[in-house]
Structures are given as C-alpha cells and as structure tokens.
C-alpha cells in the first residue's frame, strides 16, 4: 500500500444523493465512517442517512469547494459530475475515481472512442454533431440503429429505436440536433454486466457476471450467476479488469455488455461507480459493491466478491404506486424476500423506487420468488402491466 488509508470516523463527501449515495452511505456509517452529501436537493435519498447534507448546485463552485474542505476523500454516485466540479473538489481532497474517469464515462461518443481506441470490443457506432455526420454515419452504421444523445442519458431516456434513414434524422431533429451517437441495433442473446473495483494498490476485484433484463428500456431484473458459459463469464471479467486499469480507477466500476448469438460481448456502456445490477451484492455477496467503494476509495484492500447463493434482484417503479400503497405486508409475507426502499416520497411512473432481493438454491427459483413477491405488492396493476 502506497498511502496510508483513510480510517473509520473521517468524512467520507459524496457528490449525489440519490439512491447509490444511500446505499453507499449505509455501507460507509456501519463501517464508523461519517458521510456528508451534497446535491441540489434536500430530504433525498443519501441526505436522509448521511451526517450532513448540503444543498447545492454542482456548479457552485464555492459550496463545492467548502464541501470538500470538510472531507477527507470525495467520491459520486453519478457520473455526469462536471469536470469543473471535480477540479473544484480535488483542489481540497482526492476525487475517487479521478477525473477522467468522469470525463469519458459522462459522454458516449467519448466513452465509445475511448474504448474502441483501446483494443475493447464495442458496439458499431459513429459519432454525430452535425447533418454530414449523420448521413456519414447511417452509411457507415446502417440505418437499423439506436441513436442515443451523447449526453445526460440514463434509463432509456435520450435515445430512439430507428429503422430508416428519415427516421434518424426525424428522431435527431426531435433530440434538439445535440451531440449523439447513431449505435448498430444489437439483436442480442441476453444482455450482462460485471461489477468490478479497484483499489489505490491497483489490485482488482469483479463479482460475478449479472443477467440483466430491461423493461421499456429500465433494467427490470438481474440475476447472478448470468447462467453463461463460464468462459464468457470470464472474458467479461478480463475485460471490466481491462477497463478499470485502462481508466484508472479507484472505486467501483460496471461494465453492461450485450452478449450475442455468437457468443461475442460488446460493450454498451460504463458506469464508473457502483450499479443498480450489483445491488443484489448487498444480500447475496460477502462484501457488497458498497462497502466495496468504501474499500476501494479509503485506500484499504478489496472484499471478497463471493456469491453467497444464487440470488434475484427485481425493481421497484413508480408505476407500482399506481393504484395506491403497495401492499408492504403481502409481500414481506414471504420470509426470505429482503425489501430496499429508497426514501422517495413521490411515486412517479419509471421512477425507481426501491427492490427486492432474493436468494435461493438456483437463480430460476430467486427469480420467480423474487417476482411472485414483487406481484403480491401490487396485484391488479401486476395483471395490467404482464408483470
Ligand atoms: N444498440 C442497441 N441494440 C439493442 N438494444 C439496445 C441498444 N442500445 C440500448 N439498447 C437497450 O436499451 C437499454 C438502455 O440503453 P443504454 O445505452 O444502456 O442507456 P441508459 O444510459 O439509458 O442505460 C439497454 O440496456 C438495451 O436493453
Ligand atoms: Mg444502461
């Protein structure tokens, strides 16, 4: 070890206060560590179990500098974090993962370049800024494509399925002509993700490879272990090691990969901090990828990554408020179902609002347990909704 590490009972700053700041908020206090976040918002997520929360535009450069001269190492649970941002803080503490790392993952067409560049197996895609870049790249891409703005998308949104070249340039008029990213439509077997983490030794750690399935473009369930052969199980891992090296990174780090027919992963997309698909690690793994982050960003070794038993993870939407309260009971019925709720006090639809975990002798029974409870917490809507 290079550096003495940050010990229980220093601040830990958090850039966010969403859901993962919760999650790693959680991790960090029962491990002695004080947690201050800070986000635009107040009463959110992370700020309901952090020490402090501060309420603050990103941009605001002074609160982010004051922020940061209270803390002892500053991490985020998102990644469009400006640059601005980041320089403000680390002036004070040191940014974990660094710069960088923010700065490809924030922008796909960066983020693709980079990796491509880099020898890493990627999506088709081409680049776009202007009208020539678009028929460059219908030509080069195909016009059977995704086209995602470069920019501030998650969840689905900012991008449009496309079958032609008008509706391309249709669907990039509607984006406002942004920055974006025309991306070949992947007809692909299944979709999965490594969680990996790397620490200040540079050592790394990945949990086993997820299986992820999305619903309207919102990752719906993941299970772990993904049920693939485990030389592709392995390949994944090489490649998530490959990426947090080739970003050096100190923290968490996912990696979503479509797995085709041929068995060839390409890489969809990074996200340089813990993952809605690894949150099944906090029931179903010996050290959660939370902790993990806590691990990694306070400079100690990494925890073991073991899968404890086969687990499921199933979200909680909005949507599923939409005939009133869940019914908590119904589902907390079932003893082995563990419930996570965010702290959201408004449910609107494809917001995410918590999961339910499940561990079980096989994913197929974590699974179908995992979504029986998630049935019983809204039955009528489950029927409408095929869920
Ligand atoms: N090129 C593609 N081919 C097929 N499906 C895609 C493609 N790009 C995205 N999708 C589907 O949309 C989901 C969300 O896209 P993604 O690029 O991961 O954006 P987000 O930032 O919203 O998670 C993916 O998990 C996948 O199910
Ligand atoms: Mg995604």
């Known amino acids: 070890m290079t550096q003495a590490p940050i010990l229980p009972g220093a601040i830990i700053g958090v850039l966010g206060s969403g859901q993962l700041g919760r ?16 986000s635009p918002e107040s009463d959110t997520p992370a700020g309901q179990i952090a020490d402090v929360e501060f309420t603050a535009a990103y941009d605001d450069l002074d609160a982010i500098r004051t922020f940061a001269r209270g803390v002892q190492v500053v991490t985020f649970e998102f990644e469009n974090v400006p640059a601005g941002t980041a320089e403000a803080a680390a002036q004070f503490a040191p940014v974990r993962p660094n710069g960088m ?5 924030q922008q796909r067409a960066r983020e693709k370049a980079f990796l491509r560049d880099r020898g890493f197996p990627v999506t088709p895609f081409a680049a776009i800024s202007t009208e020539a870049d678009l028929d460059g790249a219908l030509a080069s891409v195909g016009t059977a494509g995704v086209l995602k703005t470069a920019s501030f998308g998650y969840d689905g949104k900012g991008q449009a399925r496309v079958g032609s070249a008008d509706q391309a340039r249709a669907a990039w008029n509607g984006m406002g002509r942004v920055e974006a990213v025309l991306e070949a439509f992947i007809d692909f077997a299944c979709e999965v993700s490594v969680v990996g983490a790397r620490g200040v030794d540079g050592w790394t750690a990945t949990y086993g490879l997820i299986a992820n399935t999305h619903a309207h473009h919102i990752l719906d369930v993941s299970l772990l272990p993904a049920g693939v052969p485990p030389a592709v199980a392995e390949r994944a891992a090489e490649i998530a090691r490959g990426v947090l090296e080739a970003l050096d990174i100190v923290g968490v780090l996912c990696v979503e990969f479509f797995l ?16 809605n698909s690894g949150h099944l690690t906090i029931d179903a793994c010996t050290c959660s990828q939370f902790e993990q982050q806590v691990r990694a960003i306070c400079g100690f070794h990494l925890g073991a990554t073991d899968l404890l038993q086969p687990a499921a993870m199933v979200n909680l ?8 309260e869940p019914d908590w009971a119904a589902a907390l019925a079932l003893p082995d179902v563990k419930l996570h709720l965010y702290g959201k006090a408004s449910a609107r639809p494809g917001r995410k609002m918590g ?21 019983l917490l809204a039955p009528e809507y489950a029927v409408r909704a095929h869920l």
């Open 101 to 105: 790392a923010l700065h490809v993952s």
């Open 23 to 38: 999650m790693f908020a959680m991790a960090a206090r029962r491990m002695g560590y004080r947690v201050h976040v800070l």
């Open 260 to 275: 085709t027919h041929g068995g060839e992963l390409l890489i969809n997309e990074l996200a340089p901090r813990p993952h």
């Open 355 to 375: 999961h339910l975990t499940v561990l079980a002798p096989t994913r197929e029974q974590a699974r179908d347990r995992a979504l029986t409870a998630r049935r």
């Open 317 to 324: 939407l909005g949507d599923l408020w939409s005939d009133g």
